[in-house]
């Protein structure tokens, strides 16, 4: 039986992966953060089985993630943990740069006091984050990286010693360049849940206007079930290498809204631009969406579209679920979601 430790194992992607990796039989420790309220809703049900067991911890904290990792001794490290927000990252920059820059290092530093480096191999979840300023597209392994947030700075240190841990000790230790991927999972205050939430709410008559900030950003959305097979697979092959994980198309932030709205049968026209944008839900003559500059970003990415050849060549990887079918499925899990919620 193989072991794994998932470092964010509560967040959207832990979730997935533990799901995933329980089904591949893997024996699974996740390491969690110490909150005042239980924040493990997202793996309930995955906590009923004996093979995975929850370790308290903290990408700040060197001595507990060396104690772990010497008691686990995984054959896997999947390095999920982060402070993932982008806008939230101009706020706490200081505290990103701990937890996603050197939290990568005190991983791969744990590996190395404690010789593990034949053994443990480790995923690091970069992100298209890293191309920020648009350089060339789409965006390949060989494209270079421009950050344009706190988050991405953090995840550009991360990525690159995760390479030089790789070249300098031989460690078997791979960079995904993840793409935004979602589902009924994600955080709610990232866009498509946040979305999609607001779609639910005001179909059922509980909020009247959904607040965002730029509507034009385009993103390349894959379904968040999907790419955790990827992450797995760069831990399969001979030789560790660093991947491109996306879907290979991109939308804008109004294209989503306009797609989730209409699984509601909401059909919307858009009125004004810039901070006077409106969207309109055409039936009724209601304001359902509007522009609040605060959601906007000192920098912004304006666009991302990934080239997931590498992947689909080398890893025999490739995304089973499309932009339309994302939609669909975050709006009916809201639509069920809000409904139960008035119900309780
Ligand atoms: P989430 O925000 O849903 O989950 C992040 C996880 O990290 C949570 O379990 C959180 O725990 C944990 N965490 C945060 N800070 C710490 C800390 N200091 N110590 C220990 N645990 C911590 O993110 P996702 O699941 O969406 O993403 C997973 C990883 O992939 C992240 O590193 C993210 O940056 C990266 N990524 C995500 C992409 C996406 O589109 N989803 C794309 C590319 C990369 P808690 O619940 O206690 O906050
Ligand atoms: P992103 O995701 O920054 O790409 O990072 P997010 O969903 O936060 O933003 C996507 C785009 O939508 C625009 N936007 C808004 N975003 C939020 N959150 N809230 C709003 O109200 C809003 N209005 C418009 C943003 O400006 C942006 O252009 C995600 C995270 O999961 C990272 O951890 C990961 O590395 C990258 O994806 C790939």
């Known amino acids: 039986m193989k072991i794994a430790l998932i470092t964010g194992i509560n967040g959207q992607d832990g979730a997935y992966l533990a799901k995933f990796l329980l089904e591949k039989d893997y024996e699974i420790h996740g390491l969690i953060r110490r909150s005042s309220i239980e924040k493990n809703d997202r793996i309930e049900e995955l906590l009923k089985d004996a093979r995975?067991?929850?370790h308290y911890g903290d990408m700040t904290d060197s001595s507990n993630l060396i104690r772990l990792i010497s008691e686990i001794k995984p054959d896997e490290i999947y390095n999920l943990a982060a402070q993932s927000h982008v806008q939230v990252s101009f706020e706490t920059p200081e505290y990103t740069a701990n937890a996603d820059a050197i939290g990568t290092l005190r991983i791969?530093?744990?590996?190395?006091?404690?010789?593990?480096?034949?053994?443990?191999?480790v995923y690091q979840a970069s992100t298209s984050?890293?191309?920020?300023?648009?350089?060339?597209t789409p965006q390949s392994e060989t494209t270079p990286f421009y950050p344009r947030s706190p988050y991405a700075a953090a995840k550009l240190y991360a990525?690159?010693?995760?390479?030089?841990?790789?070249?300098a000790y031989n460690m078997y230790a791979c960079n995904g360049i993840l793409f935004n991927h979602e589902s009924p999972l994600r955080g709610e205050t990232f866009v498509t849940r946040k979305i999609t939430l607001a779609v639910a709410r005001i179909?059922?008559?509980?909020?009247?206007?959904?607040?965002?900030?730029?509507?034009?950003?385009?993103?390349?959305?894959?379904?968040?079930?999907?790419?955790?097979?990827?992450?797995?697979?760069m831990l399969?092959?001979?030789?560790?290498?660093?991947?491109?994980?996306?879907?290979?198309?991109?939308?804008?932030?109004?294209?989503?809204?306009?797609?989730?709205?209409?699984?509601?049968?909401?059909?919307?026209?858009?009125?004004?631009?810039?901070?006077?944008?409106?969207?309109?839900?055409?039936?009724?003559?209601k304001v359902v969406v509007s522009i609040d500059p605060?959601?906007?970003?000192?920098?912004?990415?304006?666009?991302?579209?990934?080239?997931?050849?590498?992947?689909?060549?080398?890893?025999d990887w490739q995304p089973r679920v499309n932009f339309e079918s994302l939609v669909k499925m975050m709006v009916q899990a809201d639509v069920e979601f809000v409904k139960k919620q008035n119900r309780s």
């Open 236 to 285: 399969q092959q001979d030789t560790p290498e660093d991947y491109v994980i996306a879907t290979g198309k991109t939308q804008t932030v109004r294209e989503f809204i306009q797609l989730a709205f209409l699984e509601v049968d909401i059909l919307i026209k858009w009125e004004g631009s810039g901070l006077d944008e409106k969207g309109i839900d055409s039936r009724t003559g």
């Open 108 to 121: 791969l530093e744990a590996i190395r006091i404690l010789a593990l480096e034949r053994k443990t191999k």
């Open 129 to 136: 984050e890293l191309y920020g300023k648009v350089q060339e």
């Open 294 to 315: 605060k959601y906007f970003r000192p920098t912004e990415v304006e666009l991302l579209l990934g080239d997931p050849s590498k992947a689909k060549k080398q890893l």
């Open 52 to 54: 995975l067991q929850l």
């Open 203 to 233: 179909k059922q008559g509980m909020q009247d206007v959904l607040y965002l900030g730029n509507l034009d950003a385009k993103r390349d959305w894959g379904y968040a079930g999907d790419y955790v097979e990827a992450m797995w697979l």
């Open 159 to 167: 990525y690159w010693i995760t390479v030089n841990y790789r070249e």
